[in-house]
């Protein structure tokens, strides 16, 4: 039968026996076309969780193992869109990709553009895009042992592997932060780009 999430209380090691669900029953009272494309990408999205937290010690390694996967999904998901929305054209500007990505990738694969895209206060190679209701973490149920757990870094992995496909190397991270008026956390994506990406950026620009 279909394994689901757990930790073992006697081991914090991940373990594939005694584990309470991820995916949440939400996704099975579907209504629509619509609904029905959600639910099952939340329900794969599931199983892709599980079966990655088979296979490491911790949460950071499941969380890197996740922004693996994305990245396949990002590098994939550029040519895509360049040659369906863009006729082959890249971005050779920071604020263009960026923009491609907030609007572009997220519509593809969420349906949505994402809630916001902002560029760091303290740093200025830094850019965060926000998402409050983030697809891959509105469906899954964190086990109270893996409370820290945040399934948006396959969304992070996704940013990274367009980004470095399309010439921009990047870090890029995901956190959960709280705020006023939500009623969870929202999904922040933080960009921070490599010396090169913004020293070219400051000669095209000039």
């Avoid at 073992?8 to 373990?15: A, F, L, V, Y």
């Avoid at 042992?145 to 948006?152: F, I, Q, R, T, V």
Wanted: include cysteine; glycine fraction near 8%; hydrophobic fraction near 40%.
């Amino acid at each position: 039968g279909r394994r689901n999430l757990t930790m073992s209380n006697s081991n914090r090691g991940m373990q594939a026996n005694t584990l309470a669900p991820l995916v949440d029953r939400q996704i099975l009272n579907v209504k629509s076309k619509t609904d029905v494309g959600v639910g099952a990408f939340a329900f794969l999205f599931s199983e892709i969780v599980q079966y990655s937290q088979t296979r490491v010690s911790n949460v950071s390694e499941l969380e890197r193992k996740l922004a693996d996967v994305g990245f396949d999904v990002g590098v994939r998901m550029l040519e895509l869109l360049v040659h369906r929305e863009k006729a082959g054209k890249r971005e050779n500007r920071i604020l263009g990709i960026l923009s491609f990505l907030h609007t572009n990738v997220w519509k593809s694969l969420f349906g949505k553009t994402a809630d916001s895209l902002e560029r760091g206060t303290s740093a200025d190679d830094e850019y965060m895009i926000s998402d409050h209701d983030l697809l891959v973490n509105r469906y899954i149920s964190v086990p109270r042992d893996m409370g820290h757990l945040n399934c948006g870094s396959f969304a992070a992995g996704i940013v990274e592997g367009v980004l470095k496909s399309a010439g921009f190397p990047a870090r890029v991270t995901a956190h959960s932060v709280a705020s006023e008026g939500l009623s969870r956390p929202k999904t922040t994506i933080l960009i921070k780009f490599a010396p090169e990406v913004i020293e070219r950026d400051e000669r095209l620009g000039s």
